[in-house]
């Protein structure tokens, strides 16, 4: 109901499946090459803090595009034994290496037979966290494609694409609108502050009218009291849940991808929201999560609500 003031627990996302419960792994779609080794010490590092293991996935998709039976003969690209001599030796040694740099990690590697988006997908059913590199010798981390589109849209967990190294003063971003997913937004951002002993800052853009209206004198381009209310009510709330984090707010008249990229440029990790596994309405996946994913210049984190509803803002119309 618009202007209610959800409860500070709700707002934390410390109960419920809207931020996954602790003690669950972290998934990293690795390939070996340096963006999947950023994200790999992005998410080691949140694997030392939250205690939660880690876990590497090599997706191998070579037996999955391989022609059918009856089709041209054709000859081998790889011995048999390539999957175990180079894949499996890649991953090794990055097993190896991220024991020796984060010692109270617990780290594993696995090779899957499958198309990468698959495989990261299924994983994320038993994950608290998914996290991929911005870009990679094949599409397991070759993120703005399909396969990028496919995990974020489709994942039982939050996933984070990682891109290079962040200044730690620098603020986390949560970018929220009216929908469900905002306490598992606010939760997961709030979350990593804490964590990260950085400022919070929550971020509300209302898209500018366009059209027909955009020249009329009512039009105004700026937040008006009725329709920020609900979310000064709720950041009043994330304050109360977070006495010791520093909350600045903004509510801003401008396409919410562009609010959030302008504001990503001094930020170390922008987080936002997709309301479902594949929903196509209001700000979503296939746009302003997808914006991010594409242009954002530091790391994302896409957040999904997968059960239970929130108070919704009043929207511009």
Known sequence: MEGETPSPDDLAGDTGEEVRAVNQKIIIGFDGSPSAQEALDWALDEAVRTGNAAELIYADEAPVWQP????????????????????????????????????????????????????????SARAGLVVLGSRGHSAVTGLFGSVASAVTAHAHSPVVLVRGKADPAAPVVAGIDGSPVLSAVLGFAAEQAAARKAPLWVIRAWPPITGLWQESPQIAEKVTAVERKPFDERVDALRRAHPDLDITSRAVVEHPAAALIRVAATAQLVVAGSRGRGAIRGMLLGSVSQHLARQCPCTVAIVHSLTGTAPTERRRS
């Open 68 to 123: 059918a039976a009856g089709m041209a003969a054709t000859v081998a690209v790889r011995p048999p034994s390539y999957v175990d001599d180079v894949i499996g030796g890649m991953m090794d040694r990055a097993v190896d290496a991220a024991r020796q740099s984060h010692p109270l990690a617990t780290v594993t590697g696995t090779v899957v037979r499958a198309r990468p988006a698959a495989a990261l997908v299924e994983a």
